[in-house]
């Protein structure tokens, strides 16, 4: 089992900065892709961001392109999310996610998800 816990969340305004961290303990050796998901109260889970062990392969949602960079440091089991210019819509609960098999924008393909810290983006 891989147990994932986020930091780093908060309350921030428009054009703010913020730096979510995730923490991997347990069978972390296993771990290959690791990524951020988001959901938005009344909204689906949406995808964010993903990284693979390497950190060679990032995909990002078309909405933080630009915005939100995806880091990892596999020394320290952490995966990071850098989120810059942020905006109302980015307002969130951002949950971190980690799979043995390869990144993947969709859900169902994360074994293991955090729970969650929220962000939330006043204009």
């Known amino acids: 089992q891989v147990q994932l816990v986020e930091s780093g969340g908060g309350s921030v305004q428009t054009g703010d900065s913020l730096r979510l961290s995730c923490a991997a303990s347990?069978?972390?050796?296993?771990?290959?892709?690791m990524g951020w998901f988001r959901q938005a109260p009344g909204k689906e889970r949406d995808f964010v961001a993903t990284?693979?062990?390497?950190?060679?392969?990032?995909y990002y949602a078309n909405s933080v392109k630009g915005r939100f960079t995806i880091s990892r440091d596999n020394a320290r089991n952490t995966a990071y999310l850098q989120m810059n210019s942020l905006k109302p819509e980015d307002t969130a609960v951002y949950y971190c996610?980690?799979?043995?098999?390869?990144?993947?924008?969709?859900?169902?393909?994360?074994?293991?998800w955090g729970q969650g810290t929220q962000v939330t983006v006043s204009s």
């Open positions: 990284i693979s062990w390497s950190g060679n392969s990032k």
């Open positions: 996610v980690a799979d043995e098999g390869r990144i993947s924008r969709i859900p169902d393909e994360y074994e293991y």
């Open positions: 347990g069978r972390t050796f296993s771990i290959h892709a």
